[in-house]
């Protein structure tokens, strides 16, 4: 799986848009790009994913670009309940185990 | 919306203990995980099942290690013989088909503390 780089910590205030970047300039053309959040010591929760595609559900848009070796998870509105680690992963097709690094640590202030 | 479920929450052993963590994957996924996450550490991976029987290990998953799956609900974790190294969170995961497109969900995780 390709190496994924984050910022080890980033600030938000609340109601504003968090923007989440991760470099993946190794990645593969069959790697899609996963993005979970974990929040204290729960479980990882999925929150989206893409091959090269834009994406967006309701929690969050995941912006890939067009060389593919960098993309960004967009929470739209940020709320104080989205303090977590965030964690972009590059995976293969197949058995698909997700290496987990140790992501972005967001947090949201009032 | 159907999640993944784990049991027991907490769970406290002896070192050179037996212990089983169980796990419910929801219900029509195909293809089963292990992760752990000692305390301050990276989650990492254990080992996937698939079609009854280990698709991939890690290192860690040594001879102490076993899965099963022993009836079509359950998906459970062994550990034989517990070491302090042990203690962590244990969580479960399924995905409903192989490729990339499919996305793990997780449980809350089994929290394993061993004395």
């Known amino acids: 799986d390709a190496k994924t780089t984050q910022p080890p910590s980033m600030d938000c205030a609340e109601g504003r848009a968090a923007n989440l970047p991760c470099n993946h300039s190794?990645?593969?053309?069959?790697?899609?790009v996963y993005w979970y959040r974990q929040i204290h010591s729960q479980g990882p929760q999925y929150i989206i994913h893409?091959?090269?595609n834009n994406e967006t559900n309701e929690m969050a848009s995941l912006i890939i670009t067009e060389d593919r070796k960098s993309s960004t998870l967009i929470l739209p509105h940020a709320t104080l309940r989205d303090t977590a680690v965030y964690y972009c992963?590059?995976?293969?097709?197949?058995?698909?185990?997700?290496?987990f690094g140790k992501g972005t640590m967001l947090l949201v202030s009032p | 919306e159907p999640e993944v479920t784990q049991t027991p929450s907490h769970q406290v052993t002896q070192m050179g203990q037996e212990v089983i963590l169980r796990c419910v994957p929801i219900?029509?996924?195909?293809?089963f995980y292990w992760y752990r996450q000692i305390l301050g550490q990276k989650v990492e991976f254990l080992v996937s099942?698939?079609?009854?029987?280990?698709?991939?290990k890690s290192e860690i998953f040594d001879d102490q290690f076993s899965v099963e799956r022993p009836d079509g609900s359950n998906f459970t974790l062994k550990i034989r013989s517990t070491k302090l190294e042990d203690s962590a969170m244990y969580f479960c995961?399924?995905?409903?088909?192989?490729?990339?497109?499919?996305?793990?969900?997780f449980g809350p995780g089994t929290r394993l503390t061993v004395t």
């Open positions: 099942f698939y079609n009854n029987e280990i698709s991939e």
């Open positions: 190794t990645i593969s053309g069959n790697e899609y």
């Open positions: 219900s029509n996924h195909l293809y």
């Open positions: 893409g091959l090269k």
């Open positions: 992963i590059a995976t293969k097709s197949g058995y698909s185990t997700l290496t």
């Open positions: 995961a399924s995905r409903l088909g192989a490729g990339g497109q499919y996305e793990q969900y």
